[in-house]
């Protein structure tokens, strides 16, 4: 019964965070600790990262924050992005977007 209960509560405050999170679009500017700068209909927006921020990487594979300033190393400017933000700005998920692969 406890964990049926406990489960329930669970399941509604995931639903609650999902509520409030916002979707961005953007392209990548700059990576800095703590923050990721993007261009969002062409004005520079910059998001703050906390302990909890992940990337979703290859294979839906989590990248904790800790390993953003690595990650980030890589990206070139102008990479697509889809971040879910809080209703404080602070990043919940990074996504690269998908980009077709040129017939060659």
């Known amino acids: 019964m406890t964990r049926a209960i406990v489960a329930g509560v669970l399941g509604l405050l995931m639903t609650v965070t999902v509520v409030f999170a916002k979707d961005v679009k953007g392209t990548f500017i700059k990576y ?5 700068t993007v261009s969002v209909d062409d004005k520079e927006t910059t998001f ?9 990487g290859k ?3 989590q990248v904790p924050v800790t390993e953003f300033a690595k990650v980030f190393g890589k990206v070139k400017v102008g990479t697509k992005l889809e ?3 809080s209703d404080k700005d ?3 998920e990074i996504k690269m977007a998908k980009t077709k692969k040129k017939d060659k």
């Open 83 to 85: 971040l879910k933000v």
């Open 48 to 56: 703050k990262t906390d302990d909890k921020s992940v990337m979703i």
């Open 59 to 61: 294979k839906d594979k």
């Open 90 to 92: 602070v990043i919940e």
């Open 32 to 36: 800095e600790e703590g923050s990721v």
